[in-house]
């Protein structure tokens, strides 16, 4: 389980590397919020790593989430 601060952590960085999408994409917020997830449940806590991983998650998800 998470710690309080850890959560917000990556509900603001999932804020920010989804801000140039549309609410209404929640597929794809999803994706890039699970990949984020799996990074910091590894140990990663840094801000910006997990913007790149977020960022890159984002422009991989699936094309049936586009």
Known sequence: MLDA???ELLRAVLD???ASISPCE???RAH???K???AAIGGER???RLKQI???ALCE???MWR
Do not use: H, Q, W, Y
Request: net charge negative; glycine share 8%.
């Open 26 to 28: 929640t597929g794809i």
């Open 32 to 34: 890039v919020a699970s």
């Open 54 to 56: 977020g960022r890159k």
């Open 16 to 18: 920010e590397v989804c």
């Open 5 to 7: 601060d850890t959560a």
């Open 46 to 48: 840094t801000p910006e």
């Open 36 to 38: 984020i997830l799996e």
């Open 61 to 63: 998800a699936p094309t």
